[in-house]
Every structure is written in C-alpha cells, then in structure tokens.
C-alpha cells in the first residue's frame, strides 16, 4: 500500500515568516493530494489540495507544489500569523481507491 | 460546524462496558469513513461505507463493530476495549463519484475515547 512521510514534525516559526512542510509518498499510481489543518479539539480541515496534472497550486498565502517524478508534495504559507499554528497531514490518493493515506502531522507554531 | 457531527466528544469506559460512537453528516455525501487518530501515529482508517454498504474493513478487531443504516448516519459500536483503544475515532463523508471521485473528505470533530 502507500506509504507517506511527513517532515518536519514540529516547526516554530516567527510571525511573518514562512513555512514549509514536505512529503514524500511511495505509490507512483497516487494522483490526488490533499492537506489538512487540525486544531485543538477539532478535527482535521481540508485547507488545499493538488491533482497530479498540475504542479503548483495557490490559494491566497498556501500554496503546494507537487513533484511526481520524484514523488514529493510540499506545503508553503507565507506571511504566517498567529492563527495558523496547529497540527498539518498530508495525504495521498489514488483513482479507484477510497482510502486517504496521511502523514504523521507537522506540529507548526508561530510566534508571535 | 463542518456539516460532520459526531457524539459524544468525549467517553470514558470501562474495558467490560459496550457504548456506541455516532456520526451524523448533513451533506449529502455517499461515503462515510471511520478513522482512528492515535498520538504521533498516522490517521489509520478502520472502516468504509459506500452508498451504505461496508467496502472496507481495514484489519480492526472485532471488538469495533460499525454499521451504516443510510446513508447519513455511521456507528461504531464498541465492546471488551483495551486501553490501547484509548485515541480520537474521526467520522468522515465524501462524495464518491466513481471513476471520477470528489475526493474532498470532510471530518467530524471526533470522540476522544479513554478506556480504563
């Protein structure tokens, strides 16, 4: 099955600063790539996600860019605010299949 | 309110009692999902239902029985837990289309279960 890694687990940044959060999934037949923000005592919120045709994708300050030959996926915010701290997971998919396969989570934090 | 409620937030059981986890989404969604969330471990699902019926059932003891009477309501019936079951049991739904599936999964905000 598929097989994705998270990297960094936690990350502290200052406000205004950015951040960046990578992963690598192992399933080259993986076409969907979603990533989720959960904060304390919620579940997980789709913030953005990428389909394997393209290879960046922008939504006002994140933005994730997708490397299918090397089979990475990485999310960036720029101009961080105190609101974004929370747990991030990546997650991969792929057609037929209806299983999400996450990360382990980034734990970002920014400082004020 | 993300359109995926789940009750209760919060249990604690005893490891001979038998409670249920109830999820219930308003969107119209045709797929709904049972996910596991333990500390520093990947989201594990546990179980899927399209248009009701169960598609998969990912290894879980059977100390975790489910069941989906239509499509918007999921349960997740537990009895003879351990304390390693103690973790977070997201609920989610989607939109599966088939060959072109939706793909966005919408999550509840969870139970957190403790077993002692």
């Known amino acids: 099955g598929e097989n994705v890694e998270q990297h960094p687990s936690t990350l502290s940044v200052q406000e205004g600063d950015s951040a960046v959060i990578k992963c690598t999934y192992s399933d ?17 919120q789709l913030i953005i996600d990428i389909r394997s045709n393209v290879g960046e994708k922008k939504d006002q300050r994140i933005a994730v860019t997708l490397n299918k030959t090397a089979k990475h996926f990485s999310l960036h915010i720029t101009e961080t605010q105190p609101e974004d701290s929370a747990v ?4 991969a998919l792929r057609t037929g299949a209806n299983n999400l396969f996450f990360g382990t989570g980034t734990r970002l934090t920014v400082i004020p | 309110e993300t359109g995926v409620t789940q009750t209760p937030r919060h249990l604690v059981m005893g490891m001979t009692n038998k409670k249920s986890l109830k999820c219930e989404q308003h969107l119209g969604h045709n797929a709904m999902y049972w ?48 304390p390693e079951d103690s ?29 002692v």
């Open chain 1, 28 to 44: 080259s037949a993986s076409n969907y790539f979603p990533w989720y923000k959960q904060e304390l005592g919620k579940g997980p």
């Open chain 1, 88 to 91: 991030y997971f990546c997650a």
């Open chain 2, 35 to 82: 996910y596991k969330q333990s500390a520093k471990k990947p989201l594990e699902l546990m179980f899927v239902y399209n248009f009701k019926e169960q598609t998969e059932n990912n290894s879980v003891p059977s100390r975790f029985s489910p069941e989906c009477p239509n499509s918007s309501h999921l349960f997740l019936h537990l009895h003879t837990l351990q």
């Open chain 2, 87 to 115: 973790a977070l049991y997201l609920c989610a739904s989607s939109q599966e289309t088939g060959r072109t599936s939706h793909y966005g999964y919408t999550f509840g905000s969870g139970t957190r279960l403790t077993v």
